[in-house]
């Protein structure tokens, strides 16, 4: 009796689920370059909330530089010149850093965000 009452706890216990650390992100969009002007924050539950956001009227068509926390990690971001985050050729940059100024050849994305999508890459956390 005794062993097939260890054998239950073991199984129950190696069915159980693991509970793993919620990852999250946070896009900060900004009006002005260098973080500067009006500014909207936006925190995602990377397991959860996959899903595109089109900006408000106030922010749309006038994001000039993006903070993004955690940088250079597990969260890959796009931002797109569409309502809808369609991934047309021209009209969408992916990233996972901060960008100081959309203006810079580089990027060449100042004053198109219209929408944008982050998601979970897999890497692991820094």
């Known amino acids: ?66 903070k993004l926390s955690p940088t250079d990690s597990y969260v890959d971001c796009q931002l797109t010149a569409s309502e809808d985050c369609s991934t047309v050729e021209g009209m969408t940059w992916f990233f996972n850093w901060d960008v100081p100024d959309l203006k810079e050849a580089r990027y060449d994305f100042d004053n198109r965000t219209m929408s944008f999508h982050c998601a979970d890459n897999g890497n692991p956390a820094a």
Do not use: N, W
């Not at 239950?8 to 509970?19: D, E, V």
């Open 1 to 66: 009796m005794k062993s097939f009452i260890t054998a239950t706890l073991l199984s129950i216990a190696l069915a159980a689920p693991t509970l793993q650390k919620r990852r999250e992100g946070t896009v900060t969009l900004f009006t002005d370059t260098q973080y500067q002007g009006q500014s909207m924050s936006f925190t995602i539950d990377l397991a959860s909330d996959d899903r595109c956001r089109a900006l408000p009227a106030g922010l749309a068509g006038q994001i000039s530089s993006i």
